[in-house]
């Protein structure tokens, strides 16, 4: 596999590669040689450290053998998944493979989860009840208390049939604002679920991860996803954001203006926005390093990243970041 790491190394440059969530690098269109073949094929990397610049494959379609021709065994791999999807307890056959491993695509036919969703439920499971339940299969106890940030509703709502859990909302009832908590609020809950919300929260995130902490029984869990790189630190997009307003002039090139606290003007073009209600300009690329040090700064332990596949919930997950985090608040 190497080799084709060190010829892809040279021919990147030249091709329409993209980068994507995660420093996912893709190349749609290139020619590998090997054994003196020349294959022409869809690769997938990412990269696995900055300097000196490495990348692992993720995927080569149609893949290979190490000698350079269609590879037998990986030829025979199927390319559906058949699983019972976790949020809703339905049977789905023969999903396609690349859909079901897409962080965000629908996959299951019943409900719609996709596999962010599914592993969200999974993580709840460990963490709530040490194993891994289906939601259906939830015990119904409204004397476990939890709430979501902006949860989607298709486990929002079975969640609060079984168990004392709310919803909340920034731009609605029920309103919870996480950078500003109230003292009654402190110390309720069992477990919080915030699903992709804190790459979009205002500088300094950290206050939102203390507040966490905080809003947690002792013994509580924290269910964070986030898109994450395995690389680096985080990167805050607007560090100094304080007085700012986004301008649309051009159409389609919407622009950041701020004014610091010191007074300083900033601009910023190549805003990222996220799909979804109310304001959802990322704010940051958090990195895994990041996430941990956020966490363990708050107070929380028990941290642990969700890497391992759960393919009869089809949990399959084609890379080891951007996954669920549980934390825990200690007892
Ligand atoms: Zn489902």
């Given at each position: 596999m190497f080799k084709f790491i060190?010829?892809?190394?040279?021919?990147?440059?030249?091709?329409?590669?993209?980068y994507s969530l995660g420093g996912q690098l893709h190349i749609p269109a290139v020619d590998i040689m090997v054994g003196g073949r020349k294959k022409t094929c869809e690769v997938t990397m990412r990269i696995i450290s900055e300097e000196p610049l490495q990348f692992e494959v993720e995927s080569i379609i149609p893949p290979l053998s190490d000698n350079g021709s269609p590879s037998s065994t990986a030829a025979a791999q199927p390319r559906t998944a058949s699983f019972i999807c976790n949020v809703c307890g339905k049977k789905n056959k023969d999903v396609a493979l690349e859909t079901v491993r897409?962080?965000?695509a629908p996959s299951c036919s019943?409900?719609?989860?996709?596999?962010?969703?599914?592993?969200?439920?999974h993580a709840l499971s460990q963490a709530l009840f040490d194993k891994d339940l289906s939601l259906p299969d939830f015990?119904?106890?409204?004397?476990?208390?939890g709430i979501g940030m902006s949860d989607w509703n298709g486990y929002a709502i079975p969640l609060a049939e079984k168990l004392g859990y709310t919803n909340t909302f920034y731009h609605t009832e029920p309103h919870l604002d996480i950078m500003?908590?109230?003292?009654?609020?402190?110390?309720?809950?069992?477990?919080?679920?915030?699903?992709?919300?804190?790459?979009h929260i205002l500088p300094p995130v950290s206050i939102a991860f203390e507040n966490t902490f905080k809003l947690l029984k002792p013994g509580g869990a924290f269910i964070l996803t986030v898109p994450f790189t395995q690389v680096g630190q985080?990167?805050?997009?607007?560090?100094?954001?304080?007085?700012?307003?986004?301008?649309?002039?051009?159409?389609?090139?919407?622009?950041?203006?701020?004014?610091?606290?010191?007074?300083?003007k900033e601009q910023f073009k190549d805003l990222i926005f996220h799909g979804g209600d109310g304001f959802t300009l990322e704010m940051r690329m958090f990195s895994e390093q990041g996430l941990m040090d956020e966490l363990t700064a708050a107070g929380f332990t028990e941290i642990h990243v969700q890497q391992e596949n759960h393919p009869e919930s089809s949990i399959i997950w084609p890379i080891t970041w951007a996954v669920p985090i549980i934390a825990k608040r200690p007892c």
């Open positions: 060190n010829r892809l190394r040279s021919v990147f440059k030249t091709t329409n590669a993209s897409d962080r965000e019943s409900c719609g989860s996709s596999l962010r969703m599914r592993s969200l439920i015990p119904e106890d409204k004397g476990i208390c500003n908590i109230t003292h009654d609020q402190e110390g309720k809950f069992d477990f919080i679920i915030s699903s992709d919300v804190f790459e985080t990167v805050e997009h607007f560090p100094n954001l304080h007085d700012y307003r986004i301008e649309d002039k051009k159409k389609w090139f919407p622009c950041l203006v701020n004014t610091t606290e010191t007074g300083d």
